[in-house]
């Protein structure tokens, strides 16, 4: 069964450096999508992408974030310069329509010391 | 942000019997409804949805109840099994606009499923 694959699983970084996550969505979906989980709270969206471009980005997405999908396969989360408080499980997830169900990754943990 | 609350953050549930997972909504622009499962280190797993043209949807041992009025969905699992033990997420999205995709999600619901 197609599935949603993220790496890495686990990443460790130092509080200002750059950080990219990296997704590859299941093959014939069109629409891909970031969220994260802080510890003990909901999981929240941050940003949707469709057709190259932003759909949609919440209030967390500031200039700090940015996505790209750079060729057929891979869609990647940057932070350009991490702080503390974006220590979270970052999901992306992905769907063939825009009404309808997102599968979503393993998830990469990000920690930022 | 209370737009999608999960009010019981667990159930406990016997094998065999009936889970009922209860769901509420206040934004009345929501009209795609999800539930997914989550297990600990594991992203969400989709497990059904509902659009609000309907009031149910039943995949197998899982039917979603919609009651639009109340703004209110349920999960119910019958029969509830001990694999079915996890974390249980509903999600809302609006069905037009921009925000489309963007889903709002509960607290969730630790589900225990006893032998």
């Known amino acids: 069964e197609p599935e949603v694959t993220q790496t890495p699983s686990h990443q460790v970084t130092q509080m200002g450096q750059e950080v990219i996550l990296r997704c590859v969505p299941i093959?014939?979906?069109?629409?891909f999508y970031w969220y994260r989980q802080i510890l003990g709270q909901k999981v929240e969206f941050l940003v949707s992408?469709?057709?190259?471009?932003?759909?949609?980005k919440s209030e967390i997405f500031d200039d700090q974030f940015s996505v790209e999908r750079p060729d057929g396969s891979n869609f990647t989360l940057k932070i350009r310069s991490t702080k503390l408080e974006d220590s979270a499980m970052y999901f992306c997830a992905s769907s063939e329509a825009g009404v309808g169900p997102q599968y979503f990754g393993p998830g990469t943990r990000l920690t930022v010391t | 942000d209370q737009q999608v609350k999960q009010n019981s953050p667990s159930l406990s549930v016997q094998e065999g019997r009936i889970s009922i997972l209860n769901c509420d909504y206040t934004n009345s622009m929501f009209d795609y409804f999800l539930w997914y499962k989550k297990y600990p280190a594991e992203g969400p797993t989709f497990l059904i949805s509902?659009?609000?043209?309907?009031d149910k949807n039943e995949d197998g041992r899982f039917t979603v109840f919609l009651n639009k009025s109340a703004k209110h969905l349920s999960l119910h699992i019958v029969p509830s099994q001990p694999g079915d033990s996890a974390v249980y997420f509903c999600?809302?999205?609006?069905?037009?606009?921009?925000?489309?995709?963007?889903?709002?999600f509960g607290q969730g619901t630790i589900l225990t499923v006893h032998p």
């Open positions: 509902i659009s609000s043209i309907k």
């Open positions: 093959s014939n979906h069109l629409y």
């Open positions: 992408f469709y057709n190259n471009e932003i759909s949609e």
């Open positions: 999600a809302a999205s609006p069905a037009g606009g921009t925000s489309y995709g963007k889903l709002t």
